[in-house]
Nanobody, 116 residues
Framework: QAQLVESGGGLVQAGGSLRLSCTASERTFGSYTMGWFRQAPGKEREFIGS????????YYADFVKGRFTISRDNANEMVYLRMNSLKPEDTAVYYCNAHSDYDDYWGQGTQVTVSS
C-alpha cells in the first residue's frame, strides 16, 4: 500500500525551530493536496495547514499565526513543515496527510516535544 513517513521530530527548547519532513513510498503524491495535522496529549487531532497540488496556495489554522510554513518538493516527493518560535503547547505527535477527492493517506507520526 502507499505509505507516508514523517521525520524530523524531537526535543527542542521553547523559541526554537524544527523542520519536519514527509516522504512517500509506493507511488507519487504530486497530484494530492498535502497537509499536516497534530495530536497533543488529551486532545483530538487538529489541522495545522495544507498545500495544494499545484503549489499555488497554502492554508493554515489560526493558531499558527505565521510561525509555521508548509512547502513541497514534488521532484523529490517531499513535503515539509517548518516550525519557528515553538511553544510548549506545540508538543504533539505530528502527522502527514495526502488528500484527493477519492482517498487519503497518513503517516504514523513523529513526536515533537517543546520544553519550557
Amino acid at each position: 500500500q502507499a505509505q507516508l513517513v514523517e521525520s524530523g521530530g524531537g526535543l527542542v527548547q521553547a523559541g526554537g525551530s524544527l523542520r519536519l519532513s514527509c516522504t512517500a513510498s509506493e507511488r507519487t503524491f504530486g497530484s494530492y493536496t498535502m497537509g499536516w495535522f497534530r495530536q497533543a496529549p488529551g486532545k483530538e487531532r487538529e489541522f495545522i495547514g495544507s498545500i495544494r497540488e499545484n503549489n499555488d496556495t497554502t492554508y493554515y489554522a489560526d493558531f499558527v499565526k505565521g510561525r509555521f510554513t508548509i512547502s513541497r518538493d514534488n521532484a523529490n516527493e517531499m513535503v515539509y513543515l517548518r516550525m519557528n518560535s515553538l511553544k510548549p503547547e506545540d508538543t504533539a505527535v505530528y502527522y502527514c496527510n495526502a488528500h484527493s477527492d477519492y482517498d487519503d493517506y497518513w503517516g504514523q507520526g513523529t513526536q515533537v516535544t517543546v520544553s519550557s
